[in-house]
């Protein structure tokens, strides 16, 4: 036992080290620096615990040396993976099976580090020890309940750290935003495990699909197309597409006044402009990917999955025909420009097989103390700061900005707003008009930009909602600003609030207006692509055109709910929306609603076998190349693009080519009071480029 004890605290001291020293774990308060300092002990005492089955002293030693050795040696090949990738190494890597993981550039020795002697230490020191007798070897058998005591006491622990893990992040295993999160929590050896388990059981799916399997897909989404509007197919042609990400932005927000004041005065005017598409009955439809989930719709046309999200469990490997690829394809440069760390969801992974050429991350940003907050680079400065990117990138592009400063809990320093919020009882409700004003704010400054430098009449820019930023809890407390009285709030009114903005505004155009069909971000991709004019029909997509005569227009949600012009369906209870009080159908009605569920359900489940099974590796839409991710690199995108400009000279269309090459940045105007914040060492997120193998 006392042996035992020794290795145990040796390794846990080790794994310390690990922690604090080598992987970048951001910790954010003292309640997960304690969980840190726990985590090792409980899967240590598990494995090393093992050994205590044996009786006699010649096995009982060997197997408690050889679980050190392995266990060290996971840790170790994590510490030297980090190093270079920041990111814990997943098992589909180890086995060699993802395709995006390069393997280590250049020599793993220049990846080594004087203290990591540590490592391996005290494996030497205690064998010399027992050489030498300085150990004395008990020939003594252990009793064999000590083993099993010993295992529960483990298990025990392990479900404590579980539970604390899931008090300060709920739903920490299903949904997985991050690996770095797991091993936070869990620690290396439970995270190991966890991925094991998800990798044997997405790789046996995938093992086992045929690709007759896509047959009843290619049915389904045939029957469904919908073809486009004629009068409107093709009106953005050759235009630029700029997508702005509203995080957790619901429509009410759209219109809506506290204390007289309006929340978000310059989204308002766009909404109703006659250069703007907007829709008053779009749902989102994730689940619990959120943010990824859609992005998964709007870049694939494909929904994120039932559990999880698409991106952090398949967007290493899955195959897509996804809109980065499809507009690259037609002679579009693609970007995405974020502020937060590009592990988040896996994008840096994901993004190569979506196809993105240029992923600009937190790493590109100057985000270092009051200029980001949990969740990255404060909405102002991402636009602003973008520009010396955006000025490089060659015309016609696909880009999009995902804002984060919306974002739960809806905390902004006291610098950045005066706004007046309500007062409902419930902070996350009073604050989240703050955060949305900002955001408001943001984007009309980016506007300022896009007009000044002539971008805006070249461009169509797309701005929608992710989904809801209130959740169905603290919605009683919305209520009362929403003017309904909090105690007759239900399940339909949640469904209700569901709405989030989607806009296509095209500055120049004048027949926009306000469009109430019924739809969802599953339909935002095929309604993109006719509007550029560019045919969707051979792709397998599940959503359809929402300017369609044909347009589905009943809203799948990822639980199998379901929203419709007439209908609204919760948890299998009905409403209907002109009474909006529950119903008890009538056989003709039944039959309506029946026909309704099946097509919800079949979008859901189709969607699922095809990402699940990877089946779109089978699919060759006529004229489309298969991307190859390993053609990605999101290190030094500023040098990739100035390259080009450089190569194509006089033909160069990238703004800063057009402005003679000078600078756009002085046309950039922002109040953000952090421009003028001295870089400095502190930062609220822990900013890494995985494709930077500088060491800069
Ligand atoms: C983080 C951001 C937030 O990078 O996209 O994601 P969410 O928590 O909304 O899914
Ligand atoms: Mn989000």
């Known amino acids: 036992m006392g042996f035992v004890t020794l290795l145990v605290v040796l390794f846990w001291l080790k794994t310390l080290i690990a922690y604090f020293v080598d992987f970048n774990l951001n910790l954010s308060d003292p309640f997960q620096f304690l969980i840190l300092l726990l985590n090792p002990l409980a899967t240590t005492i598990l494995l090393f615990g093992l050994a205590l089955y044996f009786k006699r002293a010649r096995f009982f030693y060997p197997f408690l040396f050889l679980i050190d050795i392995l266990n060290s040696l996971l840790l170790y090949i994590n510490v030297i993976y980090f190093r270079e990738f920041t990111d814990f190494m997943t098992v589909s890597t180890m086995l060699g099976y993802s395709k995006v993981d390069q393997g280590l550039s250049g020599s793993s020795l220049a990846l080594t580090s004087p203290h990591d002697i540590l490592y391996w230490l005290d494996l030497v020191v205690v064998l010399v020890l027992l050489a030498t007798r300085r150990i004395y070897i008990d020939p003594r058998p252990v009793n064999k309940r000590v083993g099993l005591a010993v295992t529960s006491a483990a298990l025990l622990l392990f479900t404590a750290n579980l539970t604390l893990g899931e008090m300060d992040r709920p739903q920490l295993l299903t949904r997985t935003f991050d690996r770095t999160y797991v091993v936070k929590y869990l620690g290396l050896d439970a995270f190991t495990v966890y991925d094991g388990i998800k990798t044997q059981h997405t790789s046996e799916v995938r093992s086992h699909a045929k690709k007759s399997e896509l047959s009843g897909i290619l049915k389904f989404v045939h029957k469904n197309y919908a073809a486009p509007d004629k009068k409107l197919y093709g009106v953005a042609k050759k235009k630029n597409v700029i997508v702005i990400h509203l995080e957790s932005f619901q429509q009410f927000l759209i219109n809506k006044k506290i204390n007289g004041q309006e929340v978000t005065p310059f989204l308002n005017k766009l909404y109703k402009s006659k250069a703007t598409y907007s829709f008053d009955n779009f749902f989102h439809e994730v689940g619990q990917g959120k943010t990824s989930d859609a992005e998964t719709m709007l870049e694939t046309g494909t929904f994120g999955l039932s559990q999880g999200s698409l991106f952090t469990q398949l967007g290493n490997d899955n195959t897509f025909q996804a809109a980065p690829a499809i507009f690259d394809q037609a002679g579009y440069t693609t970007a995405v420009f974020h502020g937060n760390v590009a592990s988040f969801w896996n994008r840096s992974n994901t993004y190569k097989n979506l196809g993105y050429q240029y992923f600009f991350d937190a790493s590109y940003y100057d985000t270092s103390g009051d200029k980001s ?287 003679r090459d000078k600078s756009t940045q002085s046309w950039y105007q922002t109040d953000a009071p952090e421009l003028h914040h001295k870089e400095t060492d502190s930062n609220r997120i822990k900013i890494t480029n995985q494709d930077d193998t500088s060491g800069k």
């Open 373 to 659: 907050l949990g969740y990255g680079l404060k909405d102002k400065l991402l636009f602003n700061d973008s520009v010396k990117y955006l000025q490089h990138l060659q015309q016609p592009f696909y880009v999009k900005y995902l804002t984060v400063t919306n974002h739960f809990p809806y905390t902004l320093d006291s610098e950045d707003s005066t706004f007046k919020t309500p007062n409902t009882g419930d902070k996350t409700v009073d604050n989240y008009f703050k955060t949305a004003h900002y955001l408001d704010q943001s984007v009309k400054e980016f506007y300022h930009y896009l007009n000044k430098s002539g971008l805006a009449k070249n461009s169509l820019i797309m701005l929608y909602g992710d989904h809801y930023g209130i959740s169905n809890s603290s919605n009683p407390a919305l209520a009362k600003v929403l003017g309904v009285d909090p105690d007759d709030w239900n399940d339909y009114d949640n469904a209700q609030l569901q709405r989030v903005p989607l806009m296509f505004n095209m500055p120049g155009y004048t027949h926009g207006k306000i469009e109430h069909q019924y739809g969802g971000e599953i339909d935002v991709l095929p309604t993109l692509m006719h509007l550029m004019g560019m045919n969707s029909k051979k792709y397998l997509q599940f959503g359809t055109d929402l300017f369609s005569k044909e347009h589905n227009q009943v809203v799948a949600f990822r639980n199998r709910d379901w929203e419709s012009p007439d209908y609204t369906s919760v948890d299998g209870t009905i409403y209907s929306n002109k009474t909006q009080q529950e119903i008890h159908p009538t056989k003709a009605q039944q039959a309506r609603i029946d026909k309704m569920q099946k097509h919800v359900n079949q979008a859901l489940s189709f969607s699922d076998s095809l990402n699940q099974k990877n089946l779109l590796r089978f699919y060759h839409p006529k004229g489309f190349k298969a991307v190859n991710p390993n053609h990605y690199n999101y290190a030094d995108g500023l040098e990739k693009a100035e390259k080009i400009e450089k190569k194509l000279g006089l033909k160069s269309t990238s703004l800063f080519s057009r402005n």
